[in-house]
């Protein structure tokens, strides 16, 4: 058996560690470019960091990471001379840091190295050191060798993506997830737990993606409806931090298949966050493979991996694959996830999005080739 296994250099994790990064910074770096979001939560960083000396300079994302904003925190970066980035808050700022990290250290412009619509150059050096913090239990982005950019001009979201661009230290702190609001600990939290199904019932699993895939799934099953209906569960809310690490470190071995294959289209052309297009299809899209792996390679271990799965969740020794996807649905109306239609999704966007659903890279991953009148039905269930 051959397989390798990415992961970053080091993996801090636990409650207060947040406090760790300065000094962490100030042994990779002089000058920082800070990545942040929205909440104001860096200005204390940014304080910390100067008081062990360290020359800093932020940049805000407030929506999805795009190109432009890419190429300006990207120009900013070089023009204040930074040589380590900072990136705090959820999937967005963690893939808009760590996309400007590599580019940092390579010098084509930023189409160049994105796939699908530009040339997937390989990058030439190492990303620049790269810390992520994650304030959302979610994405798994603090782990992964990819950053998800939207392409304004053509409606899609695609990866800039090299195993010379993991970041160099993940901080997973859970206290920075205790004020999530419910509805985003719902879709992140699915996110997550898509991010380990997905990998886990895919042909490039391996043992050790198998081994966190396993983890992630027993924890955000027992702990996701926990965390949404208390936020201050320290319990549930430490497991859903677990869950996102082991997510990330799955789907960055493993890949992902058919959910996030209609996620990436989903987000370019709709304003729907990436953790409910994945919580709306995800159920859908394990009971068609199911179904499609019975009727098309019922000896596919991937029918054994959805039992597996159904044990899991449901707790019940006999459960089967159909269970799985039974018990999902059932998770996502108890979490009050919108449908797609809530964000503009039509019956007559269907043939749209699953052409371009089709192109995803995330699709490799899925256990069988789904056909269009399947893909066509997951979406159309999901709207």
């Excluded at 200005?43 to 929506?63: C, I, K, M």
């Amino acid at each position: 058996m051959n397989f390798e296994f990415a992961a970053p250099t080091r993996i801090i994790f636990g409650e207060g560690r947040l406090a760790d990064v300065p000094k962490i910074v100030s042994v990779m770096g002089s000058r920082a470019l800070v990545v942040e979001g929205r909440s104001g939560r860096a200005e204390s960083l940014v304080r910390q960091l100067g008081d062990v000396g360290l020359a800093t300079t932020t940049l805000q994302v407030s929506s999805e990471p795009t190109i432009a904003l890419v190429e300006a925190g990207l120009a900013q970066a070089r023009r204040e001379r930074c040589d380590v980035v900072v990136a705090l808050g959820g999937g967005s700022v963690v893939d808009a840091g760590k996309a400007i990290s590599a580019l940092l250290t390579n010098d084509a412009p930023v189409r160049d190295y994105l796939e699908v619509i530009g040339k997937a150059r390989p990058l030439a050096n190492r990303a620049a050191p790269f810390i992520a913090i994650p304030t959302t239990a979610g994405t798994g982005a603090e782990v992964t060798r990819n950053a998800v950019l939207m392409a304004e001009d053509e409606q899609v979201k695609v990866s800039l993506r090299s195993p010379l661009m993991l970041p160099a230290v993940a901080v997973i702190d859970p206290e920075l997830t205790y004020s999530i609001p419910p509805s985003v600990t719902a879709s992140t939290g699915l996110d997550a737990l898509t991010q380990c199904i997905e990998p886990f019932v895919s042909p490039n699993a391996n043992p050790l993606s198998d081994a966190v895939a396993r983890e992630g799934i027993r924890r955000a099953a027992g702990a996701l409806r926990r965390a949404y209906r208390d936020g201050a569960d320290v319990d549930a809310r430490r497991d859903m931090a677990v869950a996102s690490l082991c997510g990330g470190l799955a789907l960055a071995n493993a890949k992902l298949g058919a959910v996030h294959g209609f996620a990436s289209p989903l987000g370019g052309m709709f304003p729907i966050p990436h953790g409910v297009a994945c919580a709306r299809l995800l159920p859908a899209v394990a009971e068609i493979n199911v179904r499609a792996l019975r009727a098309r390679t019922p000896s596919s271990p991937a029918l054994e991996r959805y039992d597996e799965v159904a044990r899991v969740v449901t707790g019940k020794h006999t459960a089967s694959a159909e269970e799985a996807a039974r018990w999902l649905r059932d998770l996502v109306e108890d979490l009050g996830v919108p449908t797609l239609s809530a964000y503009g999704v039509r019956d007559e966007d269907v043939a749209r999005v699953v052409g371009a659903a089709r192109q995803a890279s995330s699709m490799q991953g899925n256990p069988i080739t789904l056909t269009v009148d399947e893909l066509e039905e997951a979406l159309r269930v999901s709207i």
